[in-house]
């Protein structure tokens, strides 16, 4: 569940419980105060017919003068005396106002009461009082009133629902509103945080312009966080560049040194001589190695290659005779094409070549073929190389083009797992890309996309 949902719905329902509880709470006082005033009135009224007995009145005490004045609409009087007799204002007709064992047992402790009764479907408010002359209880008086308020009670009710039920909605509406308000400041900062993560840089910065409050503050500690790391970043790349810069000298003089060794045979044993040419051996490695690591360096440093008008078949045939020479028992056969000009950097270009067909001469045995062709489509040079080898296994295809990643049926094979990232590299500076197909014991295809400079005219023959 989102945040912005569930900020919606508290607030929803922190509004529901307050206007519910006030709703409850006005709905209750004004009931009780309008009993109160109702049952207030209704004593008033049993004081004043009281008020109206007079002494002269006895025995005949209920011969009340202008009892039915007393009454109204809306306003009932009985009147009972110690023999039992009723007396009904005339309103009454022949319905008799009840006396429950509870009110009359009250009434004889000389205690008025207060009841809520129905009748003949009315709602109805009842007074019950002893009636007291000289001390001594003559009968019990009772007043009635229709509890006509009661109908506006229950349309208040109602309105008090209805309208806690719209200002929930209300709420709800208005609290997404201010969710979507104050979330989308972060929903920035994700967006801008996924863009540099999809950049795999860290030279970008979350753009937030805004109050300092606590999104300014996460925007500012994460753009923090992102110098941080890109100056570690920047320092780390510096030294695997500074420290390849440096090995290569003395790995090259070391080089010379051991080659001159090697070629002064005389008074050699053969265990000597096979530790020297294990020795350049490793040096030759370790030589790659270092120079793969200080292409890496620079490429992640941000260094562009510089773009010049190059003729991609005449790149290939360098790059082709070149590998020859180690391509012992191996056929290499090459599908030439007409002058193909693209915008590139033809050193890269060749370095590029070298890789693929130093791998594809690593890994194919004696009596494969290799295959380089060279064709144009659609705006997209294709340059292939294709052997007959010992392939990848599928799971190893995923991760070939990663740094120092070697399946292991390579690592008999010397290597340094560098290759095809630099290969990768050169191939995204010249806005293509590169991509494998192989059948483990089948073969390898590596092909590269290059885009073309619009004046390609390509003569492929074999
Ligand atoms: P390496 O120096 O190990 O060849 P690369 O980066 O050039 O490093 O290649 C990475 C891995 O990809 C190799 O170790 C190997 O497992 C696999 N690979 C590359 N080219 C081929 C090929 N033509 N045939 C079979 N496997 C290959």
Redesign the pocket.
């Known amino acids: 569940m989102s945040i912005r949902l569930r900020l919606t719905l508290w607030y929803m329902g922190v509004m529901a419980v307050t206007l519910l509880s006030a709703s409850f709470l006005l709905y209750v006082f004004l009931q009780h105060n309008l009993e109160q005033d109702m049952d207030q009135s209704l004593a008033a009224k049993a004081s004043d017919v009281a008020a109206n007995i007079s002494p002269s009145d006895l025995p005949f005490i209920f011969e009340l003068r202008n009892f039915n004045a007393f009454a109204s609409a809306d306003t009932y009087l009985q009147a009972i005396d110690t023999q039992g007799s009723v007396y009904r204002t005339r309103n009454l007709g022949d319905t008799t106002l009840p006396l429950s064992k509870e009110t009359s047992a009250a009434a004889q402790r000389l205690q008025p009461s207060h009841e809520t009764v129905f009748l003949e479907g009315q709602k109805l408010r009842l007074y019950t009082t002893p009636l007291l002359f000289r001390g001594t209880a003559i009968g019990y008086l009772q007043v009635a009133r229709l509890m006509t308020a009661e109908d506006a009670l229950v349309r208040l009710q109602q309105l008090l629902l209805v309208g806690s039920a719209v200002g929930v909605v209300l709420a709800g509406f208005v609290g997404w509103l201010l969710a979507r308000a104050s979330l989308r400041p972060i929903d920035a900062i994700r967006q801008a945080a996924h863009a540099i993560g999809q950049s795999r840089g860290l030279e970008g910065r979350v753009p937030y312009r805004g109050p300092t409050d606590e999104v300014g503050r996460l925007a500012a500690t994460f753009n923090e966080m992102l110098e941080h790391l890109e100056e570690a970043f920047v320092a780390q790349r510096r030294f695997v560049a500074d420290a390849s810069h440096e090995l290569r000298t003395p790995l090259t003089s070391m080089r010379i040194n051991v080659d001159i060794l090697r070629k002064q045979a005389d008074g050699r044993s053969t265990d000597e001589a096979e530790t020297l040419d294990d020795i350049a051996s490793e040096l030759e490695r370790l030589s790659r190695l270092v120079s793969g690591l200080l292409d890496l360096a620079r490429a992640d440093a941000g260094q562009h290659l510089e773009r010049r008008s190059a003729d991609l078949r005449s790149i290939v045939g360098e790059a082709c005779d070149q590998a020859l020479v180690l391509a012992r028992g191996v056929t290499l056969r090459v599908v030439e094409s007409g002058p193909m000009e693209i915008l590139g950097s033809p050193d890269h270009l060749k370095q590029l070549l070298l890789?693929l067909l130093d791998?594809?001469l690593?890994?194919?045995p004696q009596g494969g073929t290799i295959t380089v062709g060279l064709t144009a489509a659609d705006g997209w040079v294709q340059l292939r190389v294709a052997?007959t080898?010992?392939?990848?296994a599928p799971e190893?295809l995923p991760h070939?083009f990663e740094r120092f990643?070697?399946?292991n049926?390579?690592r008999r094979?010397p290597?340094?797992?560098?290759?095809?990232?630099i290969a990768q590299w050169i191939a995204t500076e010249h806005g293509g890309r590169i991509t494998v197909e192989?059948i483990p014991g089948g073969g390898?295809i590596?092909t590269v996309w290059l885009p073309t400079t619009g004046r390609v005219s390509t003569v492929v023959h074999a």
């Open positions: 890789i791998n594809a690593k890994y194919t052997d080898g010992i392939g990848i190893d070939v990643y070697r399946a049926s390579a094979k290597g340094t797992g560098l290759g095809l990232a192989s390898s590596f």
